[in-house]
């Protein structure tokens, strides 16, 4: 039997990074039936109702930028960082685990576009090793297919 398995521990909002993982997971299932080599995705959705546990394997970060505010008014844009992944990541030394963090967002943000991914990046020292807009597209499914499995395969965790 193949255990190679990639684990993701996302956050969802709107439902888009919800959306995109959930088409990823369906890709690298596809990709494992081509070639038992090409490891499966599991997925793990952070919620303000998840209680911390430990990660029993390495794992990867995505996450979505969440602003609220802003009008023609009041023009700043606040960025809502994500209490209960600073949660999961600081219970029982999770972070330790994780491998790398990839931002999902809207590029009309400009110099905020996954600024919550890059936050996390720099607050816990973590690559971030990619980012996609909105519910990404095909080839952003492809693309970061590529990038996670050869990080996995790069760290061995697998």
């Known amino acids: 039997m193949d255990n190679k398995r990639i684990k993701i521990v996302y956050m969802s909002f709107s439902g888009n990074v919800r959306s995109f993982t959930h088409r990823l997971q369906e890709y690298a299932t596809q990709q494992h039936h081509l070639n038992n080599e090409n490891p499966l ?79 996390y990046a720099k607050e816990y020292g973590l690559p971030l090793l990619d980012a996609f807009e909105s519910r990404g597209t095909t080839r952003d499914i492809e693309r970061i297919y590529k990038i996670l499995t050869d990080k996995a395969n790069e760290d061995s965790l697998m």
């Open 41 to 119: 995705i599991d997925l793990l959705e952070i919620s303000e109702e998840t209680l911390p546990t430990e990660s029993d394997s390495k794992f990867f970060v995505l996450l979505p930028t969440y602003m609220i505010g802003g009008s023609r008014f009041t023009p700043t844009l606040t960025e809502i960082l994500t209490t209960p992944m600073h949660d999961y990541l600081e219970s029982y030394d999770n972070v330790k685990r994780c491998a790398g963090i990839i931002g999902s967002g809207n590029l009309t943000l400009g110099k905020m576009y996954v600024i919550t991914a890059k936050t």
